[in-house]
T-cell receptor, first 116, second 116 residues
Framework: DTAVSQTPKYLVTQMGNDKSIKCEQNLGHDTMYWYKQDSKKFLKIMFSYNNKELIINETVPNRFSPKSPDKAHLNLHINSLELGDSAVYFC???????????????FGPGTRLTVL | AQKITQTQPGMFVQEKEAVTLDCTYDTSDPSYGLFWYKQPSSGEMIFLIYQGSYDQQNATEGRYSLNFQKARKSANLVISASQLGDSAMYFCAMREPWNRDDKIIFGKGTRLHILP
């Protein structure tokens, strides 16, 4: 069974469109994250949620809006897509709330977003 | 200033040789955790090994070991007896405590090529 799943795996769309990426984890974790990996492979955190509550909101354009309907799901909605949004977006989860620094993050397979 | 520095953008190593991937970090917090992740060409992020700042011994996981030198703030990954399947991007990452947003910050990665 997939621990952290994301859909879709690939997303190709035109500039200006609105799109969503869904993420689900079946690990019973309390904390979920969205990361963006650019073309140079740099991985940067965008958001994290703990039990449906927003914990981290990095300097991300407000065109990006995460939504956590329950602690097993964290979706990412992107409005008015721009060329620079092309990247691989990873969802991840960890046990949280943080009782141990040891908690590793389990990553989803990634969603490759291409904006034309 | 970068919190995690991986100075080797790329490395080529002969199969069966040992490999050391460098990682230095910057934190003023005495409590932190260090992680290494592997990203093969298929794109998924795979957790390899963890080292806590208070751990007395260097972490080991199979062929992976972490050369942790706290005073020098370095946490190099050592892969013994390298295999072709070790060819991948490797990321060093650090987590600082919960009250600092519980972020995991990633280095820029090292691309490892294992030569037959």
């Amino acid at each position: 069974d997939t621990a952290v799943s994301q859909t879709p795996k690939y997303l190709v769309t035109q500039m200006g469109n609105d799109k969503s990426i869904k993420c689900e984890q079946n690990l019973g974790h309390d904390t979920m994250y969205w990361y963006k990996q650019d073309s140079k492979k740099f991985l940067k955190i965008m958001f994290s949620y703990n039990n449906k509550e927003l914990i981290i909101n990095e300097t991300v354009p407000n065109r990006f809006s995460p939504k956590s309907p329950d602690k097993a799901h964290l979706n990412l909605h992107i409005n008015s897509l721009e060329l620079g949004d092309s990247a691989v977006y990873f969802c991840a989860s960890s046990q949280g709330p943080l009782e141990s620094l040891r908690d590793e993050q389990f990553f989803g397979p990634g969603t490759r977003l291409t904006v034309l | 200033a970068q919190k995690i520095t991986q100075t080797q953008p790329g490395m080529f190593v002969q199969e069966k040789e040992a490999v050391t991937l460098d990682c230095t970090y910057d934190t003023s917090d005495p409590s932190y955790g260090l992680f290494w992740y592997k990203q093969p060409s298929s794109g998924e992020m795979i957790f390899l090994i963890y080292q806590g700042s208070y751990d007395q011994q260097n972490a080991t996981e199979g062929r992976y070991s972490l050369n942790f030198q706290k005073a020098r703030k370095s946490a190099n990954l050592v892969i013994s007896a390298s295999q072709l399947g070790d060819s991948a991007m490797y990321f060093c990452a650090m987590r600082e405590p919960w009250n600092r947003d519980d972020k995991i910050i990633f280095g820029k990665g090292t691309r490892l090529h294992i030569l037959p």
